[in-house]
């Protein structure tokens, strides 16, 4: 439909969503096509909205289908995007899913110093969701190494900021 309204840049949003989403159902092929070909057709509008979070969701969901290589290349889009924009929203993201890609390919050191750059980001903006995120991964990465001591500290103490709901009277940050 956005297509017919003459919304080419939504269009091209829109392809690249499906893609992701193709992706969560189980549909790998259809899901990599289609989120370079959204990210492609995007490209051709020169608009620069949206561009890191799309480039973040879509090395996301590579790493998941296996393509390490095209999920670092989409990191590299969005963090230099992310510079030239000088917009860090959701920069804690591109390092989370750098540690994934980096310890599925054995460095683990590096995984952990990207999981701890996500982290100390995500505090930098007070993101806590995006720190629960990174520690989670970090958590799961000194649990295969057999400090999920270290790792559950963490990950307690990240929890424990998280008070709505929780009938404490410190709202959440």
């Known amino acids: 439909r956005s297509r017919e309204e003459d919304l080419f840049l939504w269009h091209a ?5 499906r893609g992701v989403i193709a992706e969560a ?3 790998g092929e259809r899901a990599r096509k289609q989120m370079l070909e ?5 490209a051709n509008t020169r608009s620069r909205l949206t561009l890191v979070m799309m480039n973040i ?9 296996g393509d390490n290589d095209e999920a670092f290349r989409r990191l590299e889009v ?3 995007e992310m510079h030239a924009r000088q917009e860090g929203l959701l920069g804690p993201d591109i390092w989370r899913v750098r540690g994934r890609l980096l310890d599925r390919q054995g460095a683990r ?5 990207a999981y701890r750059q996500a982290i100390e ?12 995120r990174a520690a989670l991964d970090l958590y799961e990465l000194r649990a295969d190494d057999r400090r999920a001591e270290q790792g559950r500290d963490l990950l307690a103490g990240v929890l424990a900021r998280f008070t709505q709901g ?3 009277s410190k709202p959440c940050v």
């Open 13 to 17: 949003v829109a392809v690249t969503y």
């Open 25 to 27: 159902t189980g549909d």
């Open 38 to 42: 959204g990210l492609d057709l995007f």
């Open 57 to 65: 969701l879509c090395a996301e969901a590579l790493y998941r289908l």
């Open 78 to 80: 969005a963090e230099a």
């Open 109 to 113: 050191a590096a995984a952990e110093t």
């Open 121 to 132: 980001r995500a505090q930098a903006q007070r993101a806590l969701s995006l720190e629960l």
């Open 166 to 168: 929780s009938g404490r």
